[in-house]
């Protein structure tokens, strides 16, 4: 078959609905996007348990110690699922995780905000979970077969991390007035960093028309920050805060919040490697790697060794 | 009828199959590099194993104890298989259309097929 019936039955299956396996032709240009897109959201899952691992030691209470360590070990869990399918389009995990340390990888820009305060973990749970959520149901209906299964096991537990987060804040909110002043000034700083984790406006998005094409994506940048901001719009009124943002207004016309503009700077300051904590996400992943070395190779030449064993008493 | 069925291993896309440069992205593992275990889980006493998902461990036991980590931590699961991916041998999706013909003119495999007197009970 020529190149250009593959491309046809491929496109046929996308406009059909039928997920592309592993095994099915795929364009190049698709298996590239995968790639580059699945093992972004993975090291994003990976890199995102530093920022809230910060906290487990320093953790108020008990009970939310227990809860903050089940959740980082969820996302260790969710990039799991991700290194995996992303493995599934031919890559080996050891090129995934050598680009994430060399810096040719990027992950999601808001895990190189520091955390600050105890309100800093409900605020992540809440905004940037949230933010997090309304991506990946729309990914759920991914056209590659791997990508959306491993989201679908991904949606059912980040639901979980939401409420937890909000759960946090409430808490919070009606504490002492320090306790109060901590969720606002959480919110302040964590407000429009999760407004950019949907990425550059429709226009400027330079990955955005052909994902669409392929249903990679299937909402917009804007569609999906728009709805970001009608839910979170609301869901503020229960805390006693406000948004850091003069402009955000309900406008009856639309249906919708109307809301003030992004920092573009900013954004693309901290995808090119100058947000505050970049250095210090990166070294910590680089040396977690080369400290597990070790460990790697012991249960290696451990697995070795009993194999060899097994074959003698065979023998 | 001639029928080949060519195996390929699980995830293992042949290159002149890949879309193009299918070789550039692919890099050799090294000895060190742990193998990739495919997972199945019984979810309850009474049902299939299905398979989960993939995950990389030194040896069998420990594709178990880590299966259990990723993909049992709410209680979805009872039972746990592991087997390594290198050997699950799958057909060929460019050949399903030969391969599951001799099944499509068969109509008289589906109890559908016979038309009886609606009076007929307990049949």
């Known amino acids: 078959m020529s190149i250009r019936e593959l491309e046809q039955i491929f496109l046929d299956k996308i406009d059909r609905e039928i997920k592309i396996e592993p ?62 399918a992303t493995e599934t389009l031919g890559v080996t995990r050891e090129q995934t995780i050598n680009d994430l340390h060399s810096g040719k990888a990027k992950y ?13 973990i409900g605020a992540i749970g809440w905004l940037v979970d949230g933010a997090a959520i ?24 980040e639901s979980f991390h939401q409420r937890q987060g909000f759960e946090i804040l409430l808490v919070m909110s009606k504490g002492s007035p320090e306790q109060r002043a901590m969720v606002q000034d959480a919110v302040n700083r964590w407000w429009w960093p999760s407004l950019m984790m949907f990425g550059p406006h429709d226009s400027e998005s330079t990955h955005s028309e052909q994902s669409t094409k392929w249903k990679i994506k299937r909402m917009s940048n804007d569609e999906l920050r728009q709805k970001f901001v009608d839910m979170i719009a609301e869901q503020v009124k229960f805390l006693n805060v406000t948004l ?23 954004f693309w300051n901290v995808v090119k490697g100058n947000g505050p904590c970049n250095k210090q996400r990166l070294d910590a992943r680089r040396k977690a790697w080369e400290e597990g070395k070790w460990v790697r190779e012991a249960a290696t030449a451990y697995a070795n060794k009993r194999a060899a064993r097994m074959k003698q008493q065979v023998a | 009828m001639n029928i080949r069925i060519t195996k390929y291993y699980y995830g293992d896309i042949p290159e002149d199959k890949a879309g193009g440069n299918g070789s550039a992205h692919t890099v050799a593992a090294k000895p060190t590099d742990w193998p990739l275990w495919e997972v199945f889980i019984r979810s309850k006493q009474g049902l299939d194993h299905k398979h989960v998902g993939s995950l990389h461990a030194a040896d069998a036991q420990m594709a178990i104890e880590n299966a259990r980590d990723v993909y049992t931590r709410r209680m979805e699961g009872v039972s746990i298989w592991v087997v390594e991916s290198k050997y699950i041998h799958a057909s060929n999706p460019e050949e399903a259309d030969s391969l599951y013909e001799p099944a499509n003119d068969k109509v008289y495999r589906h109890p559908t097929f016979y038309e009886l007197p609606d009076e007929l009970k307990h049949m």
């Not at chain 1, 808001?110 to 105890?118: A, E, G, Q, R, S």
């Not at chain 1, 309900?250 to 573009?264: M, V």
């Open chain 1, 23 to 84: 095994k099915d032709w795929m364009p190049d240009q698709y298996r590239k996007t995968l790639i580059r897109q699945i093992s972004q959201h993975a090291h994003s899952e990976v890199v995102g348990m530093l920022p809230e691992g910060n906290w487990i030691t320093r953790a108020p209470t008990l009970k939310r110690k227990a809860i903050l360590l089940a959740k980082v070990q969820d996302e260790a869990g969710h990039g799991l699922y991700l290194y995996s």
């Open chain 1, 108 to 120: 999601s820009s808001i895990f190189n905000y520091p955390t600050l305060t105890w309100a800093d």
């Open chain 1, 134 to 157: 309304l991506n990946q149901v729309m990914l759920c209906r991914t056209s590659y077969g791997p990508y959306a299964r491993a989201m679908v096991r991904i949606c059912k537990e």
């Open chain 1, 244 to 266: 850091p943002d003069p402009k955000l207004k309900w406008n009856e016309a639309r249906k919708h919040y109307d809301f003030g503009e992004i920092d573009w700077e900013e």
